[in-house]
């Protein structure tokens, strides 16, 4: 099985949601108003991405708004295109979401146990079988992360659930020289059309696998609503104040 280590990310799926401390309330409070000001509904969950026009600066909050907590990531794939505010080129901030989304794939993460089998690296053990494989001209790559072997240009999104259960968590990896090595997205990224699933009997876990491409895939000056949080404390304390909340 290959060697796994982590970059800069919490490796105990139990611990996907932030502690809400005193800046985070303030933040939820800020978040809630403006929120409440433009019609944008405050149940459920809220993927919420601010933007500093034309930089490529921004910040992006995962949020359960009827717990008030923050969240890592939502660990689902958005089923709708994400909403925006108005956009123009004289604006100096830029913002869009997706809200009213299920908050039970968050609160099932904080449910998982501290006894995940082997939770540091993607997969549980090394008895996968593949989930009704079907060819891809990415096979070759998945081959690779599944092994452990050399080195891949490309970054991987895994899902981990309990097999025909609830999900457990998602996690990104990338593959270097045989080692798996956990990351946590700087910027958004872009999944290619490539996908495998697999199945552990022996631990009755179910993995999906989805080949991504990291970087700046997007226009800088136009960022999309993404899954994951990225925090920032001057932006966005700037874009609240932008907006008199």
Same mark, same amino acid.
């Given at each position: 099985m290959a060697e796994v280590k982590a970059e800069n990310e919490s490796l105990d799926p139990s611990l996907n949601k932030l502690s809400l401390e005193e800046n985070d309330a303030s933040t939820f409070e800020k978040l809630a108003f403006f929120c409440e000001q433009r019609n944008i509904p405050t149940t459920g969950a809220l993927a919420f991405t601010m933007s500093r026009n034309r930089t490529g600066e921004y910040a992006s909050l995962v949020v359960d708004m009827e717990k008030r907590t923050f969240h890592e990531l939502y660990p689902k794939q958005f089923h709708q295109n994400f909403k925006e505010g108005p956009v123009s080129e004289d604006q100096e901030f830029l913002y869009c979401y997706q809200c009213d989304l299920d908050?039970?794939?968050?609160?099932?993460?904080n449910a998982t146990p501290a006894s995940e089998p082997n939770e540091l690296d993607a997969f549980c053990c090394s008895k996968l079988e593949p989930y009704r494989p079907c060819r891809t001209q990415n096979d070759a790559c998945f081959e690779q992360f599944v092994r452990? *072997? !050399?080195?891949?240009?490309?970054?991987?999104?895994?899902?981990?659930?309990?097999? *025909? !259960?609830?999900?457990?968590?998602t996690a990104h990896?990338?593959?270097e020289n045989g080692v798996r090595i956990r990351v946590k997205p700087?910027?958004?990224?872009?999944?290619?059309?490539?996908?495998?699933n697999y199945k552990c009997r022996v631990h009755n876990?179910?993995?999906g696998v989805d080949l991504c491409r990291s970087g700046s895939v997007y226009n800088e000056h136009h960022v999309r609503c993404v899954a994951f949080s990225k925090r920032s404390a001057e932006l966005e304390d700037a874009f609240f104040a932008h907006y008199n909340v």
């Amino acid at each position: 099985m290959a060697e796994v280590k982590a970059e800069n990310e919490s490796l105990d799926p139990s611990l996907n949601k932030l502690s809400l401390e005193e800046n985070d309330a303030s933040t939820f409070e800020k978040l809630a108003f403006f929120c409440e000001q433009r019609n944008i509904p405050t149940t459920g969950a809220l993927a919420f991405t601010m933007s500093r026009n034309r930089t490529g600066e921004y910040a992006s909050l995962v949020v359960d708004m009827e717990k008030r907590t923050f969240h890592e990531l939502y660990p689902k794939q958005f089923h709708q295109n994400f909403k925006e505010g108005p956009v123009s080129e004289d604006q100096e901030f830029l913002y869009c979401y997706q809200c009213d989304l299920d908050p039970r794939p968050l609160r099932e993460i904080n449910a998982t146990p501290a006894s995940e089998p082997n939770e540091l690296d993607a997969f549980c053990c090394s008895k996968l079988e593949p989930y009704r494989p079907c060819r891809t001209q990415n096979d070759a790559c998945f081959e690779q992360f599944v092994r452990g *072997n !050399g080195t891949a240009n490309m970054l991987f999104e895994v899902k981990r659930q309990v097999d *025909n !259960g609830p999900l457990i968590g998602t996690a990104h990896f990338q593959l270097e020289n045989g080692v798996r090595i956990r990351v946590k997205p700087t910027s958004p990224i872009q999944k290619v059309h490539s996908f495998k699933n697999y199945k552990c009997r022996v631990h009755n876990r179910f993995f999906g696998v989805d080949l991504c491409r990291s970087g700046s895939v997007y226009n800088e000056h136009h960022v999309r609503c993404v899954a994951f949080s990225k925090r920032s404390a001057e932006l966005e304390d700037a874009f609240f104040a932008h907006y008199n909340v």
